[in-house]
């Protein structure tokens, strides 16, 4: 299984609500990634968890929240959103020792 | 900023035509990727060329490295519309904390490929 899987694929909130994105992969890799795209833009990175613990904050804002309950999972929890927030966010894994990575499909999120 | 610029930004051939886009960065790297978006969905990994490379092939990819104009370009050979995508080059900056590399997208080239 050479999947990232990413859940939901598209998500509508209004700024007051609280939902979260899922991604999912059995590679066994042990570095998560999110990463958040807007329109014609590259990826920016958000969030790097390494063995399930938090490794590198991009100076993301507190609204974004991320969690990694195990070493197949991670989320990223989302309170009182911008409509700036909205974009497309990509999770994506790697194997430690080796640089590519494997990005799910992405959710797809629009702030009203 | 490591990000790295890419141009052109946007390309319009033909299919047959050969594609070729190139990416510019800022400072020393391992290794330089590069990375396929289709439209609005995930990033595809299409080739890693390490630092001590010139150049490496697959399929009907072509990438070339120089080092001492840090820059990079990929070559598309007899393209296809199914090529139609964005293409991305990444550079990795390894973190000696976590064991992992963090990787910096370039600005992309929006490649379109017409039948």
């Known amino acids: 299984d050479t999947e990232v899987t990413q859940t939901p694929k598209h998500l509508v909130m209004g700024m007051t609500n609280k939902k979260s994105l899922k991604c999912e992969q059995h590679m066994g890799h042990r570095a998560m990634y999110w990463y958040k795209q807007k329109a014609k833009k590259p990826p920016e990175l958000m969030f790097v968890y390494s063995y399930e613990k938090l490794s590198i904050n991009e100076s993301v804002p507190s609204r974004f929240s991320p969690e990694c309950p195990n070493s197949s999972l991670l989320n990223l929890h989302l309170h009182a959103l911008q409509p700036e927030d909205s974009a497309l966010y990509l999770c994506?894994?790697?194997?430690?020792?080796?640089?590519?990575?494997?990005f799910g499909q992405g959710t797809r999120l629009t702030v009203v | 900023s490591q990000q790295g610029e890419e141009d052109p930004q946007a390309l319009s051939i033909q299919e047959g035509e050969n594609a070729t886009m190139n990416c510019s960065y800022k400072?020393?790297?391992?290794?330089l990727q590069w990375y396929r978006q289709n439209s609005g969905r995930g990033l595809v990994h299409l080739i890693l060329?390490?630092?001590?490379?010139r150049e490496k092939h697959s399929g009907r990819l072509r990438v070339t490295l120089d080092t001492s104009k840090k820059s990079s370009s990929l070559l598309i050979t007899a393209s296809r519309a199914a090529d139609t995508a964005s293409y991305f080059c990444?550079?990795?900056?390894?973190?000696?904390?976590?064991?992992?590399?963090?990787?910096?997208f370039g600005t992309g080239t929006r490649l379109l490929v017409s039948p």
């Open positions: 400072t020393s790297i391992n290794n």
């Open positions: 994506a894994s790697s194997q430690q020792g080796r640089t590519e990575a494997f």
């Open positions: 990444a550079t990795d900056r390894y973190s000696s904390n976590t064991g992992f590399q963090k990787l910096v």
């Open positions: 060329i390490r630092s001590n490379e």
